[in-house]
């Protein structure tokens, strides 16, 4: 698939459409958004590194950038087969790291709705420890997909959420103005709660996915003798979420003629070049890339000053 791999599915803007890639894991099927996948290389070896995590396989370099090889069925684990000559190694860029993980096939890729990817229950795959973010049906079977931003986060912790960041604001005033997050991910959504109340905000709401933050919407811009801002003042949102996309979420807000005012942060690891112009073409105040906690603070000061001094 190498670097002309397709970005079809970034023809339109706020569709609430994904292509994921299906692959499996000692025969079992799993998926990740085509949008984190910076090529596909059959497995090459690779050389051993130190010290370094136990799932972490070592090193190789294709061309000219050293990447990390992260042992996917280790990491899951499941027992190691012997080396196929199908195995192969996805090599990915979000949370701006490249980083290539070990998988047994790659079965092919599926276009399809957030709408049809269930969130997956809590008790049991393991809430903020779990490993799954959804669960599609496509041809009959169903697909896992893995939250790929915490095995990185996992295996190398400094590329997550610092709360150091937070701490080197300082001392902060606190800050009524009602926030809500859309954020998926159980593990980082505590993070930037705390991150948030850390920080002064004490007002925040957390949502799940971006059609329960649209509904939560929807009952906030019902008018209730209060202005808009002092019922919802900015909205943060990932942009990978079942049932509702981050994009689709902003294309909503934007198109109402009462919550079109509000500033709307998106915060992502998908954040490049491509998903910037489509952020900008949906009226996003503002774009950062996870994990820089900080500089989202930052932004969200800037605006609520700006939109509502």
């Not at 850390?198 to 929807?218: C, H, I, P, R």
């Not at 503002?286 to 900080?294: C, D, L, M």
Request: negative net charge; hydrophobic residues 40%.
């Amino acid at each position: 698939m190498a670097e002309g791999k397709s970005k079809d599915i970034l023809l339109e803007s706020g569709t609430n459409e994904l292509e994921i890639m299906e692959f499996t894991i000692d025969e079992k099927c799993f998926g990740i958004n085509v949008a984190k996948i910076k090529e596909i290389l059959q497995y090459t070896k690779v050389n051993p590194m130190p010290n370094s995590h136990p799932c972490i396989e070592g090193v190789f370099r294709p061309r000219d950038t050293v990447i990390t090889v992260v042992n996917l069925p280790k990491y899951m684990g499941f027992a190691e087969p012997p080396m196929s000559e199908r195995d192969i190694l996805i090599i990915t860029n979000f949370n701006k790291i490249i980083t290539a993980f070990h998988v047994h096939t790659i079965e092919g890729i599926h276009r399809i709705s957030w709408e049809d990817i269930e969130k997956p229950d809590t008790t049991i795959y393991g809430g903020e420890e779990g490993l799954a973010t959804g669960i599609a049906k496509v041809d009959g079977k169903l697909i896992t997909i893995i939250d790929f931003e915490k095995i990185l986060v996992d295996i190398s912790p400094a590329s997550g959420i610092q709360m150091s960041e937070i701490e080197r604001l300082g001392d902060r005033p606190r800050n009524m103005s009602p926030l809500l997050i859309a954020e998926d991910s159980a593990l980082l959504k505590k993070m930037i709660m705390d991150s948030l109340t850390t920080a002064g905000y004490t007002n925040v709401v957390a949502t799940t996915d971006g059609k329960e933050a649209w509904e939560k919407l929807e009952e906030l811009k019902a008018d209730d003798g209060r202005e808009l801002h002092e019922r919802i003042s900015c909205i943060v949102t990932d942009i990978e979420m079942p049932k509702m996309d981050g994009h689709r979420l902003t294309k909503l807000i934007k198109e109402d003629p009462v919550l079109k005012v509000l500033p709307v942060v998106i915060f992502s690891s998908l954040i490049d070049e491509e998903m910037r112009l489509k952020g900008e073409q949906l009226g996003a105040s503002a774009q950062i890339s996870k994990p820089e906690i900080g500089k989202l603070v930052g932004i969200i000061d800037g605006l609520l000053e700006k939109h509502f001094p």
